[in-house]
């Protein structure tokens, strides 16, 4: 069972790719849409986005980011103390009904805090297609705890 990295596994130029993939069905983007409030018929009526420059529905932008960040769970995160910030978020290209989302991330940083027993850990996350076309790049930084670190709650792992 993979139970994350520590701040020590992490070194600048690491490069991961995350798998699987995640393909978006007009069901998750529908419920994604209602569930946070966004209305945009962009993303919700067929019939006005055949209308628009696309031609068809859109994926809601924040649930590409959901599902990308999702995807860097295991190899990044999974011991994570918190995501500090999304520093930015670019949307690069549409997301469509059907479309299979593929996410790798590098690491373009890492920093000790001054507690001494975690640490920051900057990276990117490219987020493409099934064509391999970008759709979105995010970087944040997310901090890590050491080794040293007391468990949090893994007494029962």
């Known amino acids: 069972m993979n139970t994350g990295r ?22 998750d983007n529908t419920w994604f849409s209602l569930l946070t409030q966004n209305q945009h018929p962009v993303h919700i009526d067929a019939n006005y986005a055949q209308h628009t420059i696309h031609g068809q529905n859109l994926v809601n932008g924040l649930l590409v980011l959901a599902i990308a960040i999702g ?6 995160s999974l011991r994570a103390i918190a995501n500090l910030d999304y520093e930015s978020v670019i949307h ?12 790798k991330s590098k690491i373009l940083e890492t920093r000790e805090t001054s507690k001494g027993d975690r640490g920051v850990v900057y990276l990117e996350t ?4 099934q064509k391999n076309e970008r759709v979105m790049t995010v970087r ?4 890590i705890p050491k080794k040293t670190h007391s468990e949090l709650g893994e007494g029962n792992l």
């Open 6 to 27: 520590y701040f020590e596994d992490f070194s600048i130029g690491d490069e991961f790719n995350h798998w699987p993939g995640r393909t978006i069905s007009e069901v």
């Open 71 to 76: 995807q860097t769970v295991n190899d990044i």
């Open 92 to 103: 690069e290209g549409p997301t469509f009904h059907g479309d299979t989302i593929y996410t």
């Open 126 to 129: 490219q987020v493409t297609n």
């Open 140 to 143: 944040r930084h997310v901090l």
